[in-house]
């Protein structure tokens, strides 16, 4: 598979990451995050286990969309940097924000699975 191949590949998986979240959909998101995955963002730092808690449900998105997304592959680990926006909630917590997104995949078994990701929210 090409270079282009696979970043296009990840890009779209970006993308399914958010719908998964979004449509609370637990199992497809068990497929797509690493045993290791931690996650630093608005919401605090989030193990694999409490980033599915959230995600099955109290975690709400309305609106998400990504305004840019760069990927870098290197063999088989990937840096996607990108800016990302949503309309959020987590247990009532207002998480509306842009954000400066950084996510780490890597290739195992024929697949990839997120192992980090770091979120800031972004200047306005």
């Given amino acids: 598979m090409t270079t282009t191949a696979v970043s296009h ?3 779209e998986l970006e993308h ?3 719908r998964a979240v979004c449509d609370h959909d637990v199992e497809r998101l068990e497929t797509m995050l690493a045993s290791e995955f931690t996650l630093q963002g608005a919401a605090g730092q989030l193990d694999r286990d409490a980033f599915l808690e959230a995600a099955a449900g109290p ?3 309305d609106e998400f969309g990504y305004e840019q997304i760069d990927p870098e592959v290197y063999g088989n680990t990937a840096v996607l940097v990108s800016r990302y ?4 909630r987590l247990d009532g917590r207002d998480l509306s924000y842009r954000m400066n997104v ?3 995949w890597t290739r195992r078994d024929a697949r990839w699975q997120i192992v980090r990701r770091h979120a800031t929210i972004a200047d306005e």
Avoid: G, K, P, S
Wanted: hydrophobic share 50%; charged share 30%; net charge negative.
């Fill in 9 to 11: 590949e990840l890009v």
């Fill in 16 to 18: 399914e990451l958010a």
């Fill in 59 to 61: 975690y709400e998105i």
């Fill in 85 to 88: 926006r949503q309309v959020a």
């Fill in 102 to 104: 950084t996510d780490i």
